[in-house]
């Protein structure tokens, strides 16, 4: 009997543990998101732009990828900025079979006076660059310095980064990840 007592004892106490561990992982679920932009529309005056509108401001751009998140990189350029470089070649090369498409926006004067190994830079002129700008509602204050605007597969913009600063740049591939795992 008082073997028998013990083993009952005993498995109630390994019982327990498991069927708490069950219950609440029924109830349970980490559930990440990230910000999310201009939910109730834009009213704002940009550098040489004005963009008004209401409800959920969506990114309407040419250079927009459809059903992937987007990443558009914005005043880095590799040869000036050749720190940024490996970092984004590896994540480049990361990210090449997931539904990420990263550009690397580049005015046409820097595109012709530097050779580049990256395959995603896009050279635009100047009024290209302008309403690429107003598109992704960049403030002013931001188009001097290395800049990145994260966009998700619903052309919602989720996030603005200072790709000077490496927290900015582990905030982004952060929620690059969150984005991904919440992504269908």
Same mark, same amino acid.
């Given at each position: 009997?008082?073997?028998?007592?013990?083993?009952?004892?005993?498995?109630?106490?390994?019982?327990?543990?498991?069927?708490?561990?069950?219950?609440?992982?029924?109830?349970?679920?980490?559930?990440?998101?990230?910000?999310?932009?201009?939910?109730?529309?834009?009213?704002?005056?940009?550098?040489?732009?004005?963009?008004?509108?209401?409800?959920?401001?969506?990114?309407?751009?040419?250079?927009?990828?459809?059903?992937?998140?987007?990443?558009?990189?914005?005043?880095?350029?590799?040869?000036?900025?050749?720190? #940024?470089?490996?970092?984004? !070649? *590896?994540?480049? +090369?990361? $990210?090449?079979?997931?539904?990420?498409?990263? /550009?690397? &926006?580049?005015?046409?004067?820097?595109?012709?006076?530097?050779?580049?190994?990256?395959?995603?830079?896009?050279?635009?002129?100047?009024?290209?660059?302008?309403?690429?700008?107003?598109? #992704?509602?960049?403030?002013? !204050? *931001?188009?001097? +310095?290395? $800049?990145?605007?994260?966009?998700?597969?619903? /052309?919602? &913009?989720?996030?603005?980064?200072?790709?000077?600063?490496?927290?900015?740049?582990?905030?982004?591939?952060?929620?690059?990840?969150?984005?991904?795992?919440?992504?269908?």
């Amino acid at each position: 009997m008082n073997k028998t007592f013990k083993v009952g004892i005993l498995l109630v106490i390994l019982a327990v543990p498991a069927f708490i561990f069950v219950f609440l992982h029924s109830f349970g679920r980490n559930h990440f998101d990230t910000q999310t932009y201009y939910p109730n529309g834009v009213d704002s005056v940009l550098s040489n732009c004005v963009k008004k509108t209401s409800g959920q401001y969506r990114v309407s751009h040419s250079f927009f990828s459809n059903d992937s998140i987007n990443v558009f990189l914005l005043n880095s350029d590799p040869v000036i900025h050749s720190g #940024l470089t490996s970092t984004w !070649e *590896s994540w480049f +090369n990361a $990210y090449y079979e997931m539904p990420v498409s990263f /550009k690397q &926006i580049l005015p046409e004067s820097l595109c012709l006076q530097n050779t580049y190994s990256i395959d995603n830079i896009q050279c635009v002129n100047s009024e290209e660059m302008e309403e690429l700008y107003c598109d #992704l509602i960049v403030k002013e !204050e *931001s188009l001097n +310095n290395p $800049y990145g605007v994260l966009i998700n597969e619903d /052309k919602v &913009i989720k996030g603005y980064f200072e790709l000077n600063d490496r927290k900015e740049i582990d905030r982004l591939f952060s929620e690059i990840q969150i984005l991904l795992t919440n992504y269908e």
